[in-house]
């Protein structure tokens, strides 16, 4: 294991070393690819702070959740495209070698040192199972950088990013939760990744092995990333099922038949139409939230002018 890490340090190192700083056309270049800086604290307690306060101080829980999922599903993408371009520049096929670089690579990207543990087993099929710290997360430590006190996990991008880039590297879907956190007084971050239907058993087992770990892991979140996808899967379904049970109908008719609905095509059709109705009523919730939010984020300050 040790040989496989240092080999990964080794192709992740000359990755960063190929860096062009140019001020004078405001780009960060690492192997090629423009880079950006952004401060570590605006992507974890100064976004919570501000989603609250456009939310309003009786709608915290929904705030929290708000910035928890957008914070979460964005960390996830990043994680799976930057994995798949680092394995395509640096030519990297198998899928250990892939995994192995991710810790060197977060750690040189500055988002954590990463420590995976003895519990892992990380596999191409839904075994798949990794536990791991990031002692120096950089989401926890701008809360207890500005004395923040959290009474859940705050390191959601840093799941968001190590499923996001685990996923890349083995091929089944994933999905990483924190169950310990510094800015939660714990003397670690430690996260569980796992396949989306199996994360709450793996937590399960990993509690009841450490049963030290219990009492403060009981306030861990699963991202509901994979929920969300799911139910767009499902919608789709039961569109195509009612477009072609449309379709059956209207040959019907054009053929002279007119056969009573059965009632399969009639629960069909009903879920269809309900379906339609609560994907167009949580569109515009949506909408109305975002546009809520987008309208106060650009709204000039008092006594500015456009």
Known sequence: MHGLFAAAEEVVSRFFRDRVDDPGHGTIEIHGER????RAAALSVEFFDLVRS?????????????????????????????ARNFHKQMNLT?????????????????????????????????????????PYSFESDAWVRNTRHSEVPVCIMNAGYSSGWCEESFGPTLVAAEILCRAKSDETCRFITAPPERIAARIAAYVAENPHVGPRAAHFRIPDFFVRKREEEDLKKRQ??????????????????????????????????????????????????????SSRLCAPAKGQRH
């Open 240 to 293: 195509d099922n009612s477009n072609a049970s449309y379709g059956r109908r209207r040959n019907s008719r054009h053929y002279g038949a007119s056969p009573a609905a059965s009632p399969t095509t009639s629960t069909t059709s009903s879920a269809w139409c309900w379906a339609r109705q609560h994907s167009r009523s949580a569109s515009s919730t949506a909408t109305t939230r975002y546009s809520r939010i």
């Open 35 to 38: 880079y950006v800086l952004v």
């Open 94 to 134: 198998d899928p250990i070698a892939r995994l192995s670089t991710g810790p060197v690579h977060f750690a040189h990207a500055s988002w954590a040192f990463v420590e995976i543990l003895p519990e892992s087993r990380p596999a191409p099929d839904d075994s798949y199972c990794l536990v791991y710290d990031h």
């Open 54 to 82: 456009l939310y309003g101080e009786d709608r915290r829980a929904e705030a929290d959740e708000f910035a928890r999922t957008i914070l979460f599903d964005l960390a996830h993408a990043m994680g799976r495209t930057d």
